[in-house]
């Protein structure tokens, strides 16, 4: 049996396909594009030999309704796609709410707005957590910062999306899908969710049933929201994720998601040995959002200082999480240039210096 002593070097976008495979993916339905197609080159081949549904799909308008027919059968399907291409799914995504289908998807981000370019970023932040489609409704985000969490966070993505009937997005980007790292797979750790009650499997011995996103009936529908929304303050209240370092005694918290998350682990050892108090806070979970904890935090925190490779978007949810308790400031660089250690270290002093509330990088 492999342990999770068994490591190998493993590229992210590999190790999330993987993942896939052994988390009981059935069918991958994706469109190729930069920088996340390897997970559907990878497949192509490996739910072929495993006799697992794949298809190259003609768009990703196709894919992501591929995804919702799979899964609406009881199957676990995934599609993968990055920024842009994600942007075309969003309808469908709407839908799958709406229908409580347990789509996984996959976003390798890119550098945007428009087309973009493979540059790495994060911009797609809001697009990943308040979404782009229509009506009322939330999906699940999972942010690795590894290629170890590729793994995991991919695992947890097909648990969390059955457990909820609700779409789940891993959220990585361009430098995290194309970087080596040691890692391991583990067994898929997380128990089977039974969907006998939902499945659309043919009405055999049983009654018929349809799945529908709009009831025709005001009263129902205003129900039928109503339901989601609880069914999203359960997640939150169960299944929000995030992890801290040095919190306990700090004056000044960073944070950042994703691969952001590594530099701001060292940039935060280097300020607290030049003797400031800094702690660091990662949000696994961008939705739903550690709000609560963030909040508590704030009771004894004098700043926050969010690291984006984006123009300022996760840095909104941290202001409102806090509610006015502590300033909240922003270090940033939009596309293709990770911030360095050294940059943000320098931004933290600016901030403190100069009392600003954006640091130029």
């Known amino acids: 049996m492999e342990s999770y002593s068994d490591k190998q070097l493993i590229k992210g976008n590999y190790a999330i396909a993987e993942a896939a495979v052994k988390a009981g993916c059935e069918c991958y339905f994706g469109y190729p594009i930069t920088p996340q197609t390897e997970i559907g080159e990878y497949l192509s081949q490996r739910m ?37 291409a994600v942007a075309l799914m ?9 229908d409580e289908l347990p789509v996984v998807l996959v976003n390798v981000m890119r550098a945007g707005p428009g087309l973009g370019y493979i540059y790495p970023a ?12 229509n009506g009322d409704y939330k ?7 590894t290629v170890q969490e590729c793994i995991d966070l991919t695992y947890r993505a097909f648990y969390l999306a059955q457990k909820w009937r609700n779409p789940t997005m891993i959220l990585a980007d361009g430098l995290l899908g194309q970087m080596m790292e040691p890692a391991s797979y583990g067994e898929y750790p997380y ?10 499997t043919g009405a055999k011995n049983r ?10 009936d005001e009263d129902k529908q205003n129900e039928h929201i109503r339901h989601l929304f609880r069914k999203y303050e ?8 995030w992890e801290e370092f040095n919190t306990e005694d700090a004056d000044i918290i960073l944070i950042a998601f994703g691969s952001m998350t590594r530099n701001i ?89 100069k009392g600003v509330q954006y640091a130029s990088i």
Do not use: H
């Open 191 to 200: 128990p089977e969710i039974d969907n006998s009650s939902w499945a659309l």
């Open 90 to 98: 969003q309808e469908g995504l709407s839908y799958a709410c709406a």
């Open 265 to 353: 682990k060292a940039a935060m050892k280097v300020l607290r040995a030049q003797g400031l108090k800094v702690g660091a806070f990662r949000p696994i979970t961008l939705s739903p959002f550690p709000t609560n904890r963030l909040n508590q935090l704030a009771d004894n925190v004098d700043r926050f200082i969010t690291v984006e490779m984006n123009m300022g978007q996760m840095v909104n949810d941290v202001k409102l999480a806090v509610n006015g308790k502590a300033e909240v400031d922003l270090i940033n660089r939009p596309v293709g240039q990770w911030l360095s250690v050294e940059e943000i270290v320098e931004g933290v002093k600016q901030i403190i210096s």
């Open 234 to 241: 359960l997640i939150a209240k169960e299944d929000t994720d």
């Open 122 to 133: 994060q911009g797609d932040y809001y697009q990943a957590v308040y979404g782009g489609g």
């Open 139 to 145: 999906i699940t985000v999972l942010a690795p910062s």
């Open 207 to 216: 009654e018929g049933r349809a799945i529908y996103s709009c009831a025709r």
């Open 48 to 84: 072929y030999d495993l006799k697992r549904g794949y298809v190259c799909a003609e768009s990703e308008l196709a894919a992501i309704n591929m995804v919702i027919g799979a899964v609406s059968t009881g199957a676990k399907a995934m599609t993968s796609s990055s920024s842009c």
